[in-house]
């Protein structure tokens, strides 16, 4: 499908519970798109987390290669999303994308739209694990 993803263990059990409180019939795919992403994961400890590794909370330049449009985002659960201040939620389709993806990988994405996009991990300014941050 695409290339290998990365997450903390913490990570996982905090976006495992997010999927199993879902309501039903709110926001579905999206949820089942997570989820197949958690599963195909590797999980990591904490403290060994590849530093260019997009994690929960992490700030990641990113470019829609389809587009050709660079941006800066920090990855939120859906209760801390504000996207006027750049944080967009795991539950949005680009944030989905990009979990997990290390500096340099690249991952096809289909949108909501049916439209395909391209998105590679240009840089990951802040990662909490890499700035010793508190789970």
């Known amino acids: 499908m695409s290339e290998q993803i990365y997450l903390t263990q913490n990570d996982l059990d905090r976006l495992l519970a997010l999927v199993e409180a879902r309501s039903a019939g709110s926001g579905g795919k999206q949820f ?18 590849p530093g260019d590794v997009v994690t929960m909370n992490s700030r990641v330049l990113f470019e829609n290669e389809t587009t050709g449009a660079r ?41 909501p739209s049916g439209e395909k996009h391209r998105y590679r991990v240009v840089a990951v300014p802040y990662q909490p694990e890499a700035a010793g941050a508190a789970g």
Do not use: C, F, H, M
């Open 71 to 111: 941006r800066e985002v920090t990855l939120v659960y859906p209760k801390d999303a504000d996207i006027d201040a750049g944080k967009i939620s795991i539950l949005v389709p680009v944030g989905t994308a990009l979990l997990g993806l290390r500096v340099g990988q690249t991952i096809d994405w289909a949108l």
């Open 32 to 49: 089942d798109k997570l989820e197949s992403e958690l599963v195909r994961a590797i999980v990591v400890p904490r403290d060994q987390i």
